[in-house]
């Protein structure tokens, strides 16, 4: 099977709002006193400087990488500040372990580079493993930390 990883666009705001369950389960099973920031990942996809990537196995997606810049009223988990935007990283159940994260994670860096960005962060469950090994296989490094999620920070210069 071959992963190729396309160029999102403003087409795949559905199935990035789809993801975001694969992204945020950890977020959303978790008692609150509301729905949280999580729509925020995707809430009118399209803005300046939202970027995605989306991976396709055998032709069908399969999971989807993208960032966004977040404003500090209306912040996203992983919020570090209003220069650093925030990314997103999710794979299907069927699909993960066979190397679709890393493409993904690979190919958005890319883009975050290419476009200027000095710096990327994003908040994880801090019981993923598999998921904070292969941020810090990318040079992530810990910079928060709270009761269910690490802040990662990763710079690009």
Do not use: C
């Not at 997606?61 to 993208?66: K, L, Q, R, S």
């Not at 299907?92 to 960005?117: C, F, H, I, T």
């Not at 040079?139 to 009761?147: A, L, R, S």
């Amino acid at each position: 099977m071959t992963v190729v990883v396309r160029r999102g666009g403003t087409q795949d705001a559905r199935f990035l709002r789809d993801m975001l369950h694969h992204a945020y389960y950890w977020k959303e099973r978790a008692p609150s006193g509301g729905p949280g920031p999580v729509q925020l990942y995707v809430k009118a996809w399209g803005r300046p400087g939202d970027t995605a990537v989306i991976a396709l196995l055998d032709g069908f997606p399969v999971g989807a990488a993208w960032f966004r810049l977040f404003e500090s009223e209306a912040a996203g988990y992983g919020f570090i500040d209003e220069q650093t935007p925030e990314l997103a990283v999710a794979v299907v159940p069927s699909a993960r372990g066979l190397g679709v994260g890393s493409s993904l994670l690979a190919a958005l860096l890319e883009r975050a580079r290419a476009d200027g960005y000095t710096a990327l962060s994003l908040a994880v469950d801090r019981h993923n493993e598999g998921a904070i090994g292969l941020y810090r296989q990318f040079g992530f490094v810990q910079v928060q930390e709270d009761t269910d999620s690490l802040t990662l920070r990763l710079e690009l210069t």
